[in-house]
């Protein structure tokens, strides 16, 4: 796949995790595309690792849409635990 169709899912695949884990996140569309471009190299990755499958096959197969967005999902909840703990000391 090319790199269009790769930030195309990014971001799709951002805003479904998004939707699935709702709630305040610093950053915007743009880092919500980051981390949908980057779960869903994770989730390709995992899905060799752990199952020794080939999951990013092409645009339109299940198997890439559903790495992205379990790869996005698992990246979101990193980043709100890393940029959540750097928010609570300010405030302390």
Known sequence: MGIIAWILIGLLAGLIAKALMPG???GGIIITTLIG????LLGGWLGKVIFGVDSIDGFFDLSTWIA???GSVILLALYRLLTGS???HRHA
């Open 68 to 70: 992205a967005i379990v």
């Open 37 to 40: 471009i980057a779960g869903g």
């Open 86 to 88: 750097r928010h609570s």
């Open 24 to 26: 305040k996140d610093p």
